[in-house]
């Protein structure tokens, strides 16, 4: 499960863990001294007590003073670090929720991208433009195909260009802006809304107008106030000549880094400004030399991938020398964040089994306690205690002991979770709705753990413990 939360769309990760003798080792050594730790001292104690001559006076002084012994500040380090490790895991996963509750501006879901590299097509490079038409074409016609549409980028590819843009308005603006050229359909394929005017449409030919189509966040750059449509966008580049904005679309999360993209700076970072152009009129503005496309395509039947098989002929019967791979979009944006959501993951397994542990130490500690004083609880009962009340005594040495080691916890944790502060998006590492949950999961942990110990304790019977003694 792990590989494949690291394994990314462009990078696949593999582990080949054959036996090494330095891991055994180190292994090995961890394994002594952790023994040398918690098993030591607890012998040098049990020695000790067994030279007291008076074994009786001994267990009483025990008895008295059990509550602030090594092995009770053994179970406080480990409920402390629990409750960290539980805070730590809270707030990534609500990270993760977070991101993948972002409005992404187009619809993650039923689109598959088809990247199709044409480098050894049978056409002429000026002729290529004609091809990706045909291309997009043979793929519409596909069953179970209800858009198509080709780009030179898509959405968290991490492959958008920059420039700088302006209007004649505003001549000092230089507004640096991501570029993508888009055939029609394009915005009906990712589901992504025109808020005012049109889609490119097959009357954007190389010899019409140049014209443009912007997100929401440069039409309030750039014509702040004033309705964009009929404006003119002006850009850095050579050779580019003015062009005349013809619809609005909404917003969408795009990325110009590559790793930026693919690691959830493009969920967590403002929408940026970007102005789409028509694939028709790409001539001349396209790097030179450029032979790759992506076709994507929005199923009217659900699961994407099964299209590759038939989209892939389609490909093939319009020019058999084309080369393409495929990548369901869903994928993309899942990997955005895979690094948020590999740590959520390793986070709540560590918690998971520092929770285990502490219980266990509760668990252990109590039962020896219980053990130690089986005497004295059997006189109480003897005396006229209650059951009940022998299960309350015992439950309120496990809350001072889980109580101590969460006040540890929350002053370890309130400069220790800074380290996974950056990692955080909806969330601060100082939010008490995550500490409150966790503190309530490892007192209840505690208590249930203290619990058995003590019901055993109820149920001693006291004329066998004096018999006993």
């Known amino acids: 499960m792990l590989v494949q939360e690291m394994s990314t769309i462009d990078a696949g990760v593999s582990l080949d863990v054959p036996l090494d003798w330095r891991v055994l080792a180190f292994a090995a050594v961890a394994t002594m001294i952790s023994v040398a730790l918690f098993g030591v001292e607890p012998a040098f104690r049990a020695a000790r007590a067994a030279q007291h001559v008076q074994m009786a006076a001994h267990a009483k002084a025990g008895h008295r003073g059990s509550g602030a012994g090594p092995s009770h500040r053994l179970v406080i380090i ?8 539980l805070v730590a895991a809270g707030l990534l996963v609500r990270t993760v929720w977070h991101l993948a509750a972002v409005p992404l501006g187009f619809d993650r879901d039923d689109v598959l991208l088809v990247t199709v590299e044409t480098k050894r097509a049978s056409t002429a490079a000026e002729t290529r433009l004609a091809l990706y038409e045909r291309l997009v074409a043979a793929v519409s016609a596909v069953p179970d195909v209800a858009h198509a549409a080709a780009s030179t980028s898509v959405p968290l590819s991490g492959g958008y260009g920059r420039l700088r843009a302006r209007t004649p308005e505003t001549p000092d603006a230089n507004q640096m802006t991501l570029f993508n050229f888009v055939s029609p ?3 009906a394929t990712y589901g992504t809304p025109l808020v005012t005017g049109r889609d ?11 014209v443009v189509i912007i997100n929401e966040a440069l039409a309030r750059t750039l014509f702040a106030g ?3 449509i009929g404006g003119r966008v002006i850009t850095g580049a050579p050779n580019w000549p003015p062009q005349t904005v013809v619809g609005v679309v909404r917003d969408a999360v795009y990325h110009s880094d590559r790793a930026a993209a693919q690691s959830g700076a493009a969920l967590r970072d403002p929408v940026v400004p970007t102005m789409y152009i028509p694939l028709a009129q790409a001539e001349g503005l396209r790097p030179p030399g450029a032979t790759r496309i992506t076709i994507s395509v929005r199923s009217a ?5 099964r299209l590759a098989a038939s989209v892939g002929a389609s490909l093939m019967s319009i020019d058999p020398n084309v080369s393409f791979s495929v990548r369901a979009l869903a994928d993309i944006v899942r990997a955005a964040f895979a690094q948020e959501r590999l740590l959520a993951m390793l986070s709540s397994a560590f918690g998971a089994l520092a929770l285990v542990l502490a219980a266990i130490g509760v668990y252990g500690v109590t039962s020896y306690a219980v053990s130690q004083r089986r005497t004295e609880i059997g006189v109480r009962l003897a005396l006229g205690a209650t059951p009940r009340g022998v299960i309350r005594l015992i439950l309120s040495r496990v809350a001072i002991v889980t109580g101590l080691g969460i006040i540890a916890g929350m002053v370890l944790g309130s400069w220790l979770l800074q380290v996974v502060s950056s990692f955080l998006f909806g ?4 939010d008490r709705g995550t500490l409150i949950a966790a503190v309530l999961t490892v007192s209840a942990i505690g208590l249930a753990a203290g619990w058995l110990p003590a019901w055993r304790a109820a149920r001693i019977e006291p004329v066998q413990v004096l018999r006993e003694n």
């Open 301 to 305: 039947a659900g699961s994407p991938p």
């Open 200 to 210: 490119f449409d097959e009357h954007d030919l190389p010899t019409a107008a140049p």
């Open 226 to 228: 004033r309705d964009p």
């Open 427 to 430: 969330v601060s590492a100082d």
């Open 185 to 187: 359909n394009w915005f």
């Open 78 to 85: 480990q409920v402390a670090l629990s409750l960290v490790m």
